[in-house]
């Protein structure tokens, strides 16, 4: 653009800062934001929980039973929390949300065993959280393989179970010891940095409108390209505070391990930053006040963290659910932070998620300097 | 177009909505002249002066600021022309300095820290420079306003009632150093409603219900008007004023503490209407009507027009 100017850009931008740091309120939430999401989703949320409440009514007492509940324990999964005398007992305490496990034995368990039978043992399962209990049970039923094998001994050894005729390796890679923090924190980054930068950029612009401060920058010779990148490159300095908070905590406290190269996802963040502050300068143009713009973010942010992969598995959603994610660059920026981050990415791995992103980006600041209105009108 | 004159607009009409809010105004000023901008509450000046300098785009009609065409070269003009709002609009969570400065880097003066220190010391805050601009006085914020308008050195100055709200002395100043810049050639456009400030401009335009309805020297627009205009002393004029203002040819009686203004049109009407009251213990002298009585009365005309024309 032949009347572009940088002096001009600069004055936006210094005055940009001198509010952002005069704005403490908002200054506290840029830093606020993402510890909070980090322990309420680092701590707080596991999508693979261990000891649950488990309660055993066993009529049955025996060196078999003592052993499998042992090895449920072992699991990790269980936590016998309870042993009712009754059938009604044990159903309240799953009712009452006590116990998210019954393990009925029967009383006649360890003498139909012995004597080939094949007796059953009933684990009663609270699904209503079908994620909670997925692993629970895998890990019941890889029990019943090898359970016994040390008791059933001389003259028991008929009753141990024939090897199938093949092998099934299953090879848990990446993440093998599928700790959800893995998944979890590296997606944060990218959630936390959608949540603040459309809302900021969004009020940015909205508040010029609504303390008149509008009439005056438009009176002035600055083009709309200068007063969007006046404000957008301020606030891509704050993005990348936050990645480096998420960074840090993602590697002292979580543990996460970088297996690739973090200079990469830094150089890799900034299309997606500048994508979300966009977004942020498209919404204030069509915002008439701060409380729209606000409501017009989070309008953009759910579909982004519910459709990207983050809250649930990508391509366990609906077709439509997964072309609506497609067009969010959340989506993409997830893969490849968890790309980079766990699976040892290069640039040449990483790139069909970020070209898809600095498309976006290119779109909606387009979309801002077209509907940014010169006038007043 | 002519190049003689600074603004030069033919035919400016603005609508938002349905809802036409300047009707076809036409405005010529010159070169260094200061023109003032009058009108009432609503009228239509605020957005004429945004249409000249193209924050608004007019509806209809077309005009050249200095020379610029108002809907082509917004740019151009925005760059030359210093507008004041009339709505408070520098950043309150700046400082004083900051909010110079920030006009000074917008537009892109070399010097700017040297003009800003200029202007505050002219505008005596220098002591205050770093207090935050929300915490001035309104007058205040307003002289600062006026200060950043005037920071680049404009030619054109567009000031939106630019001392309302300013205590006598500071207007005083304000009107001297307007003059001051007439001088240089420095052109002035400046809507007020302040009487003795219209009668300080070199020539004036009065709007009303978005037509603009005089325009001329303070004398033209006097003459113009056609008013007789009687000024009676007396005791108990109020009295006076109430029976004078069931007759018919008698358009406005206004008491201004000992003094009562009679004004009408009609000339002859008017004399034979005020024949008798000429008596004790009132004095009656016929006077030129001033810019006031001429203002309410072309108002109270254009209102009767404005409704005839919407019914
Ligand atoms: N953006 C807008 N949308 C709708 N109506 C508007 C808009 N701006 C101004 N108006 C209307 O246009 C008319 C003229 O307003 P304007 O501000 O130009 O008046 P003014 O002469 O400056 O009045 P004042 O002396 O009170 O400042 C008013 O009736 C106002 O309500
Ligand atoms: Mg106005």
Known sequence: ?377 | MSSDYIIDVQNLCKSFGDKEVVHRVNLQVKSGEIFGFLGPNGSGKTTTIRMICGLLKPTSGEGHCLGYDIIKDAYQIKKEVGYMTQQFSLYEDLTIRENLEFTGRVYQLKNYKTLVNEALENLGLIGRQNQLTGTLSGGWKRRLALAGAMLHQPKLLLLDEPTAGVDPKARRQFWNEIHELSERGITTLVSTHYMDEAERCHRLAYIAYGSLLATGTIPDVIKNAGLTMWVVSGENLNKLANQLRELPAIEQVTVFGKELHVVGTDKKALANAIKPFQKKPYTWEEELATLEDVFISLVGKAKDNFYLIKN
Not at chain 1, 152 to 158: D, E, I, K, P, V
Not at chain 1, 181 to 209: C, F
Not at chain 1, 273 to 294: D, E, P, R, Y
């Open chain 1, 1 to 377: 653009m032949k009347r572009f100017s940088i002096q001009r850009l600069c004055a936006i931008i210094i005055k940009e800062f001198i509010q952002m740091k005069r704005d403490r309120l908002t200054f506290a939430m840029i830093v606020a934001i993402p510890l909070l999401q980090l322990i309420l989703f680092g701590y707080a949320i596991n999508s693979n929980p261990k000891y649950l409440p488990t309660a055993v009514m066993s009529s049955d007492q025996s060196a078999f039973t003592r052993r499998f509940i042992r090895s449920l324990q072992d699991t990790t999964y269980f936590r016998v929390v309870s042993l009712p005398k009754s059938e009604a007992m044990a159903q309240k305490l799953l009712r009452t949300n006590r116990a998210q496990f019954v393990l009925n034995i029967p009383s006649d368990f360890s003498r139909d065993l012995i004597r080939g039978k094949r007796p059953s043992l009933l684990l009663t399962v609270d699904t209503t959280d079908s994620m909670a209990a997925a692993n629970a049970i895998a890990a019941s039923n890889i029990l019943t393989k090898d359970v016994f094998d040390h008791l059933l001994t001389g003259a028991l050894s008929y009753l141990r179970p024939t090897p199938p005729p093949f092998n099934l390796i299953i090879h848990a890679k990446y993440n093998p010891e599928l700790i959800t923090q893995y998944n979890i924190v590296p997606g944060l980054i990218g959630v936390v940095l959608t949540m603040t930068m459309v809302i900021i950029t969004a009020l940015a612009m909205t508040r010029e409108v609504e303390r008149g401060t509008m009439e005056s920058l438009l009176a002035t010779p600055a083009r709309p390209l200068e007063v969007m990148l006046g404000k957008v490159i301020p606030y891509i300095i704050v993005g990348y505070l936050q990645l480096f908070l998420i960074l840090g905590a993602a590697y002292f406290v979580f543990r996460i391990p970088a297996e690739g190269s973090l200079f990469l996802l830094c150089c890799a963040a900034l299309p997606f930053i500048a994508a979300n502050l966009s977004v942020g300068v498209m919404f204030s143009t069509a915002a008439k006040n701060q409380l729209q713009a606000t409501q017009m973010s989070i309008f953009f942010f759910l579909p982004s963290i519910l459709l990207s992969g983050f809250m649930f598995p990508f391509y366990g959603m609906p077709v439509w659910a997964q072309k609506i994610g497609s067009i969010l660059p959340l989506t993409y920026f997830l893969r490849m932070t968890r790309g980079i981050l766990l699976k040892g990415n290069t640039l040449a791995d990483a790139w069909p998620n970020i070209w898809p992103i600095i498309l976006f980006m290119i779109i909606a600041l387009f979309v801002g300097v077209m509907r940014y209105r010169q006038t007043l009108d």
